[in-house]
């Protein structure tokens, strides 16, 4: 085997091959469940340990499965974890729970995980797919995140509601209110604020790229290197 | 010698889309006029905010965008949205939102798509379901009409209240407002009073609400005014009209104690001018002869569904949003029969 | 004979444009002046173009065969006139690309001398019809309302039944009046010239099809059919509309048959011709005389006298116009062909060909050029308008994607350009040029591919012949060694050298791939 | 109890498809790659190896396979890649070589005064479109010529030329209407 | 590149006991999860409801194990549902309140979901809503989290305001309706006089029923 990039494994997984942005997986969770920042937070982590978990195991096993059997194991594990996953998150995280509902068992179909199982963990060492996990959840998770806090703020003006349920009590005291009059567009709060939200994002961030590719266009004719901001 | 060329015809018909676009316009005014006698000067400033928004934010997006704005301003198309839109928004509400839904039509509804004629969906209903959803509560406030409330909005009572929120004098904003007859009866029917009962109030007309009634058939006069012209077809306002007063009509026999008569569904709310100016806003509806009738018919159906179960009185704007998804699958599977196709001669 | 009001069977769509006849239809076909070089493209039909049969230098006479049918779809070329062929070149065609084609230029001598002509055959009833469709092949007749297909091949009707024949007289496109004139003053020719069509397909009755606004060419018609006391040739007049002169919407109008999508009139029994091909097909028949000219319209507010002109084949269109009084100032296009159908010429220099029916030399204000066009906003106009009962836009939406599949279920064939759609369009969009793009993309793309298909043929069977060789080589070669290796063997060493250089290769190619191999993965991750 | 009950039937259930996926791999094997075939349909078959690889054929299976991009057919050009990407469901790609993919379509001649007749370039045309003997005058046929320019490299006296094939009015194409080819724009478009 | 041709029993074989084996590994590890964490999940659930009731009526109000007092009523008319558990809150054995859970309205778009604290003498001790379908921005402000109306609630009882007051201000009430939206608190303020009129006609009584046999929820 040959030398893996670990930048190239975490910039692609922040950015370049975001899994939200880019290759558009894992959009029903995205949609449904980013009308705040720590609802869009929360599943995002849980979505990441899922992933680094299923990584894991299936890098790890990753010699030993029969092509025909491939996808029914990965699919196993994937669904175990989550199923743990869910279990926990019910134990300590009730009231998330709650609210992120049918959201978390369905992690087990966020193509994103079987995708990276298939695509990268299947074939690459333990050490490179935990790695990409890690980068390609919080990836997800930034998006996530982004999204959620974008729709809350613009709907209902106030940032970190509900942080508690998540962070504990102390969180409590985190919540942001903008402004105590701020009417709230509710529009970005209901489905189709999110569809609005994504698309300015994945626009934002081909407007990021295509400034980065002229810039380097400019400066450096001579050798096409690898982007170099993460 | 040697000549220009360009391909045939080499002959041009003598319409073009200013000319279109201005026909619709035109065909507007009774039932604006009629709106600006039963609601006052609200309805006006509602439509100068909007135009002034459309043609600002066209010109912002058109220069953007590296183009000649002004063709695209010129074409009138922007200016139709924003009354198509002002038209159908409360009179006083807050100038704000007005501007903010009309922003919405153009730049996200419109331009974003890539401007007049690439937009799936009728910018003027895009902003204002946005509206409609983000503000529902400014958005459901209606004057009522002045023969019912005596009492006509002036220039600078509709001003006050439109920009500092200020209520008219004559007895604040509870006494000149109320429930548009779609949710009044919709309140009523959810009190279980009887269709009987409830127009025996002084706010019901003939058909619809006393003067509500009137300002659709204003609209219908321009909207058959637009038939005559050839600019809209009869298909789609026909068949959404029919299929609302047919279903209204079923449920009207089967319990005329609880559900309202087709007429008052044909009167009251946006079904007149929904019927002639916005489903049959060329860009986002069907184009093929048959699939123009189930487009029309179906936005009756769900005009009538959504007015009857869905969460909001009227239904118009997502009627014709949803239609507006479904256009391109209609137009796909109503082609018209190719001259010569055998295979269809039997239809 | 009180004619009995027969029904008209209107077609979808169509168009009422002000018909701009009035200036060249005022005046009776005037002859051309002989010009003193002519153009003749050997390419002047469907098919394939003609091969010469003079050589440069050659003296030619009036109606020699000069270019002869190289295909069975492909037509006869005769001079025009006599005189001598100059030389055979890539000339100016009037073709919308402005490209030239390979032609025969030939200098007139100005004496117009015959050549030996065959036999009129004036008794055409009782001939084979096989024998009068070799004498229009003879003469070169190709249809001459535009469409210019042989008419020897359309009117070959072996193996189905015909029993209508359909002269088209329905000159639907403003300017244009050359078959109006035509029948107004050759009213016999064109029955004659009908009335021998029919006996070649076989027809039992002839329609004439003829909008109402030419009430001279009618009553001309009409009386020469009561004239010869002719009970099967029916005239039926049919309401002015755009384009009610195209061969599948005239059919319609007459007969209420639509002529399927795909195929011809003929597979609904029927064989529609020109006026102006009748008149051809009665000279060829009655006069022996090959087809050398014709009556061609030149008009348009900027030529002095606009009219009707017999025209020599092979004429320059700037000859022509010189003989209207040349242009006037204000011209700004010319055009062939009617104003919603024809193209523009790029030049002047030109020839007029078989199928040239029509020249307008056009002002701006007449013929505007394009203006930028707005975005479609789907107003269905062009939809009402489209007489194949296509949907336009849609066609637009693919040809502009290049999405020519879709153009294809649209139905993009069965389009006529007849130019109506563009006409309505409220944003200017040249909707028939989209057309025109998409088909002659689709037909280059379907000719690349059978160029491939060739190809791929060629080629495998060049790789099975060499594997062949190979093989017979191969063989000998082993027959060989067997006979070597009965002696006494000595060559051991060059075979383990062999060997080991064998394994040194694989195991080379072996790394090679493992270094490969990552970095391909990295590159799709 | 329970735990040990949904494990067992689980591990059944999985034995139970593991037995029926193993089974239908191997007997619902399938030979050959009718994925090659179809991308071979859409190469131009000028079996030219501007891609690298031997000929339109090996070039299709080694895209069916995986191993190549589809953006590496000069003559196929934009039209050829963007079928390719439609076929197998990629993201349409920048030519590879745009400036080979510019270049005109061809066909070889060869300049009959020049030739000493040494049949190398018989030996490498792909699609036997030369025709000639030792010795004696070469000449290419004009229509089974692909415009490979493999039999450029191998003439020792380089009389071989491409020349671009012209333009006809049969083999002329509309223009894309818009903006129009013919008529100058005004103002900014 | 396939390999020769392979025995398919002995594929299928090896691919059964390779799936198998991790099928038990799979659920081996949902297990020991699930028995990892079922104590915990119960108490999350129990402590859940208690923060629901505790917002009604604070912890130092009542002695009782609330959770465990409780009896299950049916008055579809009364309370606008099939099932609704009545937990009762006493101190030194006394009567303290009820908290009916839950209480159904009609509200605009579908049923609204209310929990209910009555006190012993028949004031309302707190009103919450514990899920609806209202439109957002008109009817949604039911919801605590939205605006303080639902609070207004609190200390009301049938003679505070009079029975003919309950109603919105609209209808000639007390209570406040929102703009844009009357039928949502009309239904609210409806289901909540009619729990109190069915809670005057139960009374005491309720306290004297033993609660029923506690059924084994999740063995």
């Known amino acids: 085997m040959s030398e893996i990039s670990y930048r190239r494994i975490v910039t692609d997984g922040l950015w370049h091959n975001n899994q939200a942005l880019v290759a558009l997986l894992g959009l029903c969770p995205l949609m449904a469940v980013t009308n705040s920042l720590v609802n869009g937070l929360g599943l995002g982590l849980a979505t990441t340990a899922v992933l680094l978990m299923s990584n894991l195991s299936v890098s790890t096993i990753r010699h030993w499965v029969r092509a025909e059997v491939r996808l029914p194991v990965f699919v196993l594990i994937i669904a175990s974890f989550v199923t743990a996953v869910e ?106 604020g999110a569809f609005m939200g994504l698309g300015t994002l994945i626009a934002l961030k081909n407007l990021i790229d295509r400034y980065f590719d002229r810039r380097r266009a400019e400066l450096a004719p001579a050798p096409a290197t690898e982007p170099e901001q993460a | 010698m040697e000549f220009p060329v360009a391909s045939s015809p080499h002959l041009q018909g003598d319409n073009d889309i200013q000319r279109v676009m201005g026909q619709v316009l035109l065909a507007l005014l009774p039932g604006v006029a009629a709106l600006w006698w039963y609601f006052g000067w609200g ?227 946006a079904a007149i001018f929904g019927a002639f100016f916005i489903a049959t806003d060329p860009v986002t509806a069907s184009t093929t002869p048959r699939g123009q009738l189930i487009y029309g018919a179906l936005i009756g159906v769900l ?45 | 004979m009180a004619e009995q009001p027969t029904p008209i069977w209107d077609f979808h769509g169509g168009l009422h444009v002000d018909d701009r006849k009035a200036p060249s239809k005022a005046s009776p076909i005037r002859e051309a002046v002989i010009p003193k070089r002519l153009q003749l493209p050997l390419q002047q039909h469907i098919g394939r173009h003609a091969e010469p049969v003079v050589r440069a230098g050659d003296p030619v006479l009036k109606g020699q065969l000069i270019a002869r049918a190289s295909d069975y779809v ?74 210019v297909f042989p008419t020897s091949v359309k009117t070959n009707v072996t193996g189905k039944q015909v029993d209508t024949l359909i002269i088209n007289a329905a000159e639907c496109e403003p300017y244009i009046t050359c078959d109006d004139r035509l029948m107004q003053e050759q009213p016999a020719q064109v029955i004659a010239g009908a009335d021998i069509l029919r006996h070649i397909v076989g027809a039992s009755r002839i329609l004439i099809g003829i909008e109402d606004n030419k009430p001279e060419a009618i009553t001309a018609l009409r009386e020469t059919i009561d004239t010869r006391g002719q009970r099967d040739i029916e005239l039926r007049i049919v309401p002015t509309k755009y384009p009610s002169g195209g061969e599948k919407q005239l059919i319609y109008l007459l007969t209420g048959v639509e002529v399927p999508s795909h195929g011809l009139p003929l597979d609904v029994g029927m064989v529609c011709q020109n006026v102006a091909t009748a008149v051809a097909v009665a000279e060829a028949i009655l006069q022996g005389r090959p087809l050398i000219s014709r009556v061609v319209t030149v008009t348009g507010q900027a030529v002095a006298q606009p009219g009707n002109l017999q025209t020599l084949i092979g004429t320059p269109v700037a000859e022509l116009i010189e003989q209207c009084g040349g242009y006037l100032p204000g011209i700004h296009k010319l055009i ?68 020519f599949d879709k153009t294809q279920d649209h139905h993009l064939f069965d389009c006529i350009e007849c130019g109506c759609c563009a006409y309505v369009c409220p944003a200017h969009i040249p909707l028939v040029h989209y057309y025109r793009f998409a088909k002659t993309e689709i037909w280059a793309m379907e000719r690349e591919r059978e160029k491939a298909e060739h190809a791929r043929r060629r080629h495998e069977f060049r790789e099975a012949r060499l594997k062949r ?16 290796a009965k002696k006494p063997a000595s060559g051991k060493d060059p075979k383990k050298a062999a060997i080991e250089a064998a394994m040194q290769r694989v195991a080379a190619k072996k790394a090679g791939q493992e270094a490969a191999d990552p970095a391909s993965e990295n590159e799709k991750n | 109890m329970s735990v040990l009950l949904t494990i067992v039937t689980i591990t059944l259930l999985a034995a139970v498809f593991g037995l029926l996926l193993g089974y239908a791999s191997v007997r619902f094997h399938v030979e ?158 | 590149m396939s390999e020769p041709a392979q025995n398919p029993w002995r594929t299928a074989l090896t691919a059964a006991a390779v799936l198998g084996f991790f099928a038990i590994l799979g659920s081996a590890l949902v297990g020991l999860a699930y028995q990892g964490t079922a104590e915990r999940i119960a108490q999350s659930e129990r402590e859940a409801l208690l923060r629901q009731l505790t917002a009604i009526l604070p912890k130092d109000q009542y002695d009782n194990p609330l959770l465990q007092d409780y009896l299950d009523v049916s008055a579809p008319n009364e309370l606008g549902t099939e099932a609704t558990r009545v937990y009762r809150a006493r101190r030194q054995g006394r009567p303290v309140a009820v908290i009916l859970s839950p209480v159904i309205a009609r509200g605009y778009s579908g049923a609204i979901d209310l929990i209910v604290g009555i006190r012993a003498g028949g004031t309302l001790a707190g009103v919450r809503v514990l899920s609806h379908k209202e439109t957002p921005g008109l009817g949604d402000r039911i919801d605590v989290e939205k605006s303080p109306w639902i609070l207004g609630f609190t200390g009301k009882s049938l003679d505070n305001p009079p029975l003919d007051r309950w109603r919105v201000k609209r209808d000639g009430g007390e209570f406040d309706q929102f703009t844009g939206a009357t039928i949502t608190p009309r239904a609210v303020v409806a289901a909540v006089k009619k729990s109190l009129l069915w809670y005057r006609k139960q009374g005491l009584k309720l306290f004297d029923r033993p609660t029923p046999k506690v059924e084994s929820r999740h063995e």
């Open chain 4, 32 to 189: 050959g790659d009718p994925i090659a075939d179809q991308v071979d349909a859409l190469l131009p078959q000028t079996q030219c190896g501007q891609c690298g690889y031997a000929g339109c054929r090996p070039y299709a299976e080694a895209i069916a396979k995986g191993e190549a991009d589809i953006n590496l057919c000069a003559p196929g050009g934009e039209t050829t890649m963007i079928a390719l990407a439609d076929l197998l469901g990629r993201d349409p790609l920048p030519l590879a070589d745009a400036e080979a993919a510019a270049k005109p379509k061809s066909v070889a001649r060869i300049i009959e005064t020049d030739c000493i007749g040494c049949t190398l370039c018989l030996q490498a045309c792909p699609v036997d479109a030369i025709l000639g003997a030792a010795k004696q005058m070469h000449t290419v046929i004009e229509e089974e010529c692909t415009g490979c320019e493999l039999c450029v490299p191998p003439c020792p006296v380089e009389c071989i030329i491409m020349v671009p094939i012209k333009e006809t009015p049969e083999t002329w194409r509309w223009p894309f209407p818009e903006p129009s080819p013919w008529i100058k724009e005004a103002g900014n478009g």
């Open chain 3, 74 to 147: 492909s037509a006869n070329i005769h001079a025009p006139t006599s005189g001598m062929v100059s030389e055979i070149a890539e000339l100016p065609i009037a073709h919308p690309s402005g490209l030239p084609a390979l032609s025969i230029m030939m200098e007139a001598d100005g004496k117009d001398r015959w050549a030996e002509l065959p036999e009129p055959i004036p008794d055409y009833q009782e001939a084979d019809p096989a024998d009068l469709r070799e004498r229009l092949r003879w003469a070169g007749i190709v249809g001459l309302g535009g469409a």
């Open chain 2, 43 to 269: 309805v006006i400033i509602n439509l100068g905010l909007a135009i002034f928004t459309a043609v600002f934010w066209e010109w912002v997006v058109m220069r953007l965008r590296g183009r000649d704005p002004r063709p695209v301003i010129a074409d009138l198309s922007g200016i139709l949205t924003a009354c198509l839109l002002a038209i159908a928004l409360p009179p006083t509400l807050p100038w704000w939102q007005t501007m903010m839904g009309t922003a919405f039509a153009i730049v996200v509804a419109k331009q974003l798509f890539g401007g007049l004629g690439y937009n799936p969906f009728n910018p003027a209903m895009a902003g204002y379901a946005l509206l409609l959803v983000s503000f529902p509560a400014d958005m459901t406030r209606w004057l009522e009409p002045s023969v019912v409330s005596g009492h006509s909005l002036g220039l600078s009572e509709a001003w006050n209240a439109i920009f500092s929120g200020v209520a008219p004098a004559a007895g604040g904003w509870d006494a000149l407002t109320g429930a548009t007859p779609l949710d009044h009866m919709r309140t009523e029917l959810s009190r279980e009073h009887l269709i009987g009962e409830i127009r025996q109030s002084a706010v019901w007309g003939d058909f619809g609400g006393r003067g509500w009634e009137w300002v659709a058939n204003w609209f219908l006069v321009g909207g058959l005014f637009l038939v005559w012209r050839k600019v809209i077809s009869w298909r789609i306002p026909a068949s959404m009209l029919v299929a609302l007063a047919l279903i209204a009509g079923i449920f009207w026999v089967i319990d005329p104690d609880i559900h309202p008569s087709p007429a008052f569904h044909l009167f009251s709310g």
């Open chain 2, 303 to 347: 005009v009538f569904v959504i007015r009857t179960w869905g969460g909001y009185p009227d239904a118009v704007a997502f009627s014709v949003l949803l239609m507006n998804m479904a256009a391109p699958t209609i137009d796909y599977y109503t082609q018209p029969r190719v001259f010569g196709d055998q295979e269809k001669q039997d239809e």
């Open chain 3, 469 to 484: 060789l190979e093989a017979e080589r191969k063989a000998k070669l082993r027959k060989k060694k067997e006979a070597l």
């Open chain 3, 336 to 403: 062939m062909g009617g104003p919603m159908m024809g193209f523009g010429l790029h030049s002047d220099s030109v020839p007029v060909a078989k199928g040239s029916n029509c020249f307008i030399a056009a002002t701006e204000a007449e013929s505007p050029d394009p203006v930028k066009p707005s975005p479609c906003i789907r107003c269905g106009e062009c939809v009402k308008v489209c007489p194949a009962q296509l949907l336009p836009q849609q066609l637009y939406w693919y040809a502009r994607a290049r999405d």
């Open chain 1, 87 to 192: 279990l926990v998150m019910h134990a300590w995280f009730h009231e998330l729970y709650k609210i992120l509902g049918i959201f978390i068992p369905l992690i087990v179909t966020n193509c994103t995980i079987i995708g990276r199982a298939e695509a990268f963990a299947s074939r690459n060492p333990v050490a490179a797919s935990g790695v990409d996990a890690v980068s390609i959840g919080l990836g997800f998770t930034a998006v996530l995140s982004l999204l959620g806090a974008s729709r809350e703020l613009i709907g209902q003006g106030t940032l970190f509601s509900g942080a508690h349920l998540l962070f504990g009590e102390v969180a409590r005291a985190w919540e942001l209110t903008l402004n105590a009059d701020y009417p709230g567009v509710l529009l970005a709060i209901l489905p189709p």
